[in-house]
Each structure stands twice: as C-alpha cells, then as structure tokens.
C-alpha cells in the first residue's frame, strides 16, 4: 500500500514507533510495576504491580558518576549508579562480562538502583573491550583468549580487585569529594556478575579453586548473583561445595558462548547443583541467549540510533539488518522496523523483566530481610514466570 499527500509522513512514523510502542507496554505490564502520573509522566515513588509480578516499595530516580582506578598498575574503569535521593543505601558490588565496559548490565544495574541499591561496577581495563583489539583477537585467536581470562592467574587478580574495590569505597566514605560513597552502606553487600563476572562473584561467594587465595570480605557481605555462571570440565563438587553465602544463579537452556569455552549450557548448573542447600537459587530461562543475559539495553527505533549502537542491538538479538552506503567511505547502517526485529525485542524485554523481578526480590530478601520479597519468590516467583522458566531452590 502507497500512502502519499499530508498524511504519508505521520503515516511512516507510526509504523516506525509500532515496535517500539509494543517494547514500552512490555516493559510497563512485565517489570516491576509502574504508575502514570496525572501529567504522563512516569511516578517515581508509587508502584502499582503487574499480575503477579514482583513489585517494589519505591521506585528511585538514579544519577551516576564514572572514574577509573590504579591497582597495581592496572587501570580499572568504575561506574556508581546510586538513588538521586539523599539517604544510605545497600551496595550491590556489580562485575562485567568478559569485553565489557564497567558501564555494561544496564539493565540489571539500573533496576537495582531505581529498587533502592548502590550499585558500583568494577571492570579492569585489560578485560574490557580493548581484549578485542589485540593482535590475537585480530588472528582470531578467542578460544585461547577466553581461556586465558578464565585461568586461575587471571581470577586471582580479579578477587583481588574486589577486595580493593571494597576499600576504596571504605576510604572514600571518608573523602570530602567522595560524596556519592557516602551513600553506600558497607554493613549490607551483595556482589553480581556476568560471565566472566560470575566467575569472581562465586569465589565471594565461598567457591575454591585451587590456586587461588580465598578471599576475606566483611562481613556486610551478605549474597552473591552469577549470571551466566562459569564452570568447565576440571571444576568439581569440591569447588563449590564450600559455598555458604545465598547465591542466586541465572542462566537458560541456550545459555552457551562465543569463545567455545562453554559448548553445552547445561555445564552452567553445575555450581547450583553442587552448592550446599541454604538459600540457593536456580532462574533457569528456556530460550535467552548468552548475550541476552548480559543486560544490554536495546535501542528501540524512536531512538534515532542507527549507526554504531544498532550493531549493538545485532550482538544482543543475533541479526543483521541491511547497510546504506553514503559516499566512498561513510556507512549508515538502515533502521529495521520489521515485525521479526520487534518479536525479537519483545523476546528480550521478557527475558529482562523476568530476570529484573527475580534478582531484586532476592536482593530484598537477602539484603534487605525482606519478608515479603522472600514469599514472592516462595510461593509467587513460579506462577508469574510461566511454564517455559524454572525457578529452583534449596
């Protein structure tokens, strides 16, 4: 159909937002509640809570600071996401993937916020993205790469980062210019990770691997999250046996990753199963992908982003859309406003509210003592996740 005169523009404009319109409903019903001011704007203090799901006391507007750190000298890049409201709040210690910025897992780290926590990202450089630029990652040597970043040299200086990340939040308390670390309540800790963060967040948790020092934390630290949890063929009962915080692990059916290191996600479970029972929980997800579990933000098309940040949005939802050539040498990569590119997102906002409600109401009840957060995730986690999610615990 061929539309033209006055109303050909407002017509393709409609058609553009559909998707985006469909994402924003989801997010709205599946997250962890939202209400509409009077003036349409979104209210951030009362949470109306969608059938079922999870829903929090108070939802915080959230500022942020970056900076980077020396350690040893290694650059470590750090991100603090904190509620905008004067107050003190519980840390969450948040560890990027492998290839990561320390700004990564927005989506997680945002939710967390906006639901009352600190939320202090820590990523050392050599493992962000300029891993990808080295002359190995040029030959295609990943296998070898992630290998490397996975050994036991490379978590023991990892384990040592999140010590010293719990210092300097200590010292800067302390610090006239740290005044956003004032917020944070050192008496009440979780650590999260991703992939190659889960890794470290399971040796805070009380995991060994030999060769690697046990870590000494204080004692505000209370619970760990491994989202995408990394085991491999070596690692036994033993490892994780000696696991006695709570530790909530996320991953799915599809789970498995790009290096090759972890060919078959059911390796993925391995840490829950051999965790002592107290306080351990297993989200398994039946379709989301390695990268869907990263907690990258997609880019609807009213962003108007459609260059670099819609390869992003390919990494996520495992797509390509068509490039636009424009003169010798700049290339714009063509918007896709396909109904398949909207299933695909709408996929995604579902498997991040899921794992969004999950997380926070564990938080809540782990760090916060939260009673009600402990019997959502009881008794009412398992209705509203539908029959295509587990959630297991012990």
């Known amino acids: 159909m061929t539309i033209s005169g006055p109303g050909a523009r407002q017509y393709r404009i409609c058609v553009a937002l559909r998707p985006a319109l469909v994402i924003a409903s989801l997010v709205c019903s599946m ?29 915080y507007e959230t500022m942020s600071t970056r900076d980077t750190w020396t350690v040893d000298g290694d650059a470590v890049d750090v991100s603090l996401l904190v509620p905008a409201p004067s107050g003190v709040y519980p840390l969450v210690l948040y560890l990027p993937g492998l290839g990561e910025l320390s700004d990564a897992g927005l989506s997680w780290r945002q939710a967390w916020a906006q639901a009352g926590y600190a939320v202090l990202s820590v990523q050392p450089t050599r493992f962000g993205p300029a891993i990808w630029t080295s002359s190995r990652a040029r030959a295609g040597d990943f296998f070898n790469i992630a290998q490397d ?46 992939d190659l ?66 060919g078959t996600a059911s390796i993925r479970r391995v840490p829950f199963r051999y965790m002592p029972p107290g306080q351990k929980y297993l989200l398994l997800l039946a379709s989301a992908s390695h990268a869907e579990l990263a907690g990258t933000r997609p880019n609807s098309p009213r962003d108007g982003k459609d ?42 906002v579902r498997v991040q509210s899921q794992v969004q409600a999950v997380t926070t109401a564990y938080l809540d009840a782990i760090i916060r003592n939260d009673a009600a957060a402990a019997e959502w995730l009881s008794k009412n986690a398992r209705a509203w996740l539908g029959d295509s999610v587990e959630l297991v615990s012990k």
């Not at 999140?162 to 740290?178: I, K, N, T, W």
């Not at 209370?222 to 009962?237: C, F, N």
């Not at 940040?309 to 063509?334: I, P």
């Open 31 to 59: 997250t962890l509640g939202c209400a509409s001011k009077s003036d349409g704007s979104l209210d951030a203090v009362a949470v109306k809570p969608s059938p079922g799901g999870y829903v929090v006391n108070r939802r």
């Open 149 to 194: 970043a996975f050994s036991v040299p490379s978590l023991t200086t990892r384990t040592q980062i999140v010590q010293y990340a719990l210092e300097q939040v200590s010292r800067r308390q302390h610090d006239a210019r740290g005044a956003a670390f004032a917020r944070i309540d050192l008496a009440r800790i979780a650590v999260a990770g991703f």
């Open 197 to 262: 963060g889960a890794q470290t967040a399971l040796m805070v948790a009380g995991a060994r691997v030999r060769g690697v020092e046990p870590l000494h934390l204080p004692d505000g630290v209370k619970g760990a999250i491994a989202l995408s949890p990394y085991a491999d063929a070596s690692e036994v009962e033993s490892n994780f046996q000696p696991i006695r915080l709570p530790v909530l692990s996320v991953t799915s059916r599809l789970d498995t990753d790009a290096y090759g290191l972890i």
């Open 307 to 348: 260059t670099e940040d819609a390869g992003e949005d390919d990494k996520v939802l495992g797509d390509e859309t068509a490039e636009v050539y424009e003169g010798e040498r700049k290339k714009r990569r063509k918007p896709d406003y396909s109904a398949s590119r909207a299933e695909k997102l709408a996929q995604l």
